[in-house]
């Protein structure tokens, strides 16, 4: 029996109506034949609503606490999505993290999977039961409830289609697909009907939520293919695969956009060897991650050092490097939160020069201010003010030619 894997996201379980749509979808993929395990998020925006519970309560909800409250959404939508399929005449087995054998390790809000008992998932598909898991949670050593990240249904997907040697993960959302920008920024964005996983990867690592950045990573190194596509409709949707593309055609794929970014500056940093570590191993100890760094060359033997981390990582990473700033004899610590940043992504940009200078210019012309450029060999990546980004994201859209029709790689 083959197996496949779907995930369906919390705007396509939103409601009873929509969720008796998705079971109605799931029953006919299930007349197919192939063993099918779905995977679904919290009801529409559920996990904000307890996010907003907690945060009623206290100002620092205790991490754990956090991780059994936010299972919970999922919990709801995995009974009401069995019992519909139960509904209809399908045998079904609802199933939580825990249950469905998905160890992570201990870190709250942002555990990693370790490994997967797929043995209760498999007894269910023998005897011909559709299995529904809670997606985005799982179970620590410690016996403690975890959850992966925001947006983490998708990885929980990806993880078990690897394990269970699914042919494809199906996601299934709002959108029809993964489109050149994101088409609530740019109107005239157009859907891509296949993209590479390393493409996939730099659009989701520089914040197109369609995919979990995980998510991706997983379905590279595992080499699943991933197909987005709507709950909505029937539309096709966008392959994601480990292929080359043959010819490189679409130099650009797409342009990704993420709000969630803070500038620190640590001012007047005495310019000697072991100065970086000092200040980047403290913050890598205490789990956060940072993005873009960029160090000044120095002037008298002192330099400045900026870095970008998540907002929600600031205050953290504030209290680790403010001691650090006094220890080292730098001047001063600033940190601004209005930021955004803006990257193009293509395979077919790899080596081929041009593409940062058209990038520049653009930006240049509708008069947005670049703050700090990184690029990797598929994509450039410039910081500007927030309140630049949708003028930018369109700008970039007509200059790199995304509305044209260019479909196939
Ligand atoms: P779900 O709840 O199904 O997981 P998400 O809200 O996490 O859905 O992801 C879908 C959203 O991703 C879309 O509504 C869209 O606004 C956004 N998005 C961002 N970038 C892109 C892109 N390049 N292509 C398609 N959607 C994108
Ligand atoms: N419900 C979780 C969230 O809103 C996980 C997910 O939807 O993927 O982040
Ligand atoms: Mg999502």
Redesign the pocket.
């Known amino acids: 029996m083959s197996i496949i894997v779907q995930k369906y ?4 379980v939103a409601t009873p109506d929509r969720i008796k749509s998705v079971a109605r979808r799931i029953a006919d993929r299930k007349d197919t034949g192939d063993g099918v395990v779905v995977v679904v ?1 919290a009801m529409g925006d559920s996990t904000d609503t307890l996010t907003v519970l907690a945060d009623q309560l206290t100002d620092a909800p205790p991490p754990r606490e956090m991780d059994m409250l936010l299972s919970t959404g999922e919990i709801v939508s995995t009974a009401l999505l069995t019992m519909a399929l139960k509904a209809i005449g399908y045998d079904a087995i609802g199933l939580d993290g825990n249950q469905a054998g998905i160890q992570t390790t201990r870190e709250h809000r942002r555990a990693q999977i370790q490994e997967i008992d797929p043995s209760r998932i498999h007894e269910n598909l023998e005897t011909g039961k559709i299995v529904v898991v809670a997606g985005f949670q799982g179970i620590s050593e410690g016996l403690d409830i975890t959850t992966v990240g925001r ?1 983490g ?2 990885t929980t997907a990806v993880a078990l289609a690897a394990k269970l040697g699914a042919d494809v993960c199906e996601i ?4 029809e ?8 920024i740019e109107p005239k ?1 157009r859907q891509l009907i296949e993209l590479n996983f390393e493409e996939m990867a730099e ?1 989701a690592n520089h914040g ?3 995919l979990h950045s995980r998510a991706v990573e997983l379905a590279w190194v595992y080499n699943v293919p991933i197909l987005v596509a709507s709950s909505f409709t029937e539309k096709q949707g966008t392959l994601i695969h480990g292929g080359r593309n043959m010819e490189m055609k679409d130099k650009v794929k ?1 342009i ?1 956009h993420d709000l969630d970014v803070t500038k620190v500056t640590i001012l007047g940093v005495p310019d000697h060897p072991g100065i970086a570590a000092s200040i980047f191993s403290p913050l890598s100890d205490a789990g956060i991650s940072v993005d873009i760094i960029v160090q000044n060359s120095s002037v008298d033997k002192l330099t400045d050092l900026s870095f970008t981390v998540e907002r929600s990582s600031l205050d953290e990473a504030l209290a680790v490097i403010n001691p650090i700033t006094k220890t080292i004899g730098a001047s001063s610590l600033t940190s601004n939160t209005n930021l955004a940043k803006v990257s193009v992504v293509g395979a077919g940009m790899q080596s081929q020069p041009g593409y940062a200078s058209t990038m520049f210019e653009c930006l240049n012309k509708v008069g947005v201010n670049i703050e700090m450029i990184t690029t990797s060999e598929i994509r450039i990546t410039c910081i500007i003010h927030e309140e630049g980004v949708q003028k930018a994201i369109r700008a970039l859209h007509s200059a790199f030619e995304l509305e044209a029709d260019i479909e196939e790689s």
């Open positions: 996201g919390g705007s396509s998020s947006g249904s998708d299934y959302t709002d959108v697909g993964v489109y050149t920008a994101d088409p609530r964005a659009l197109a939520r369609v797409g990704a």
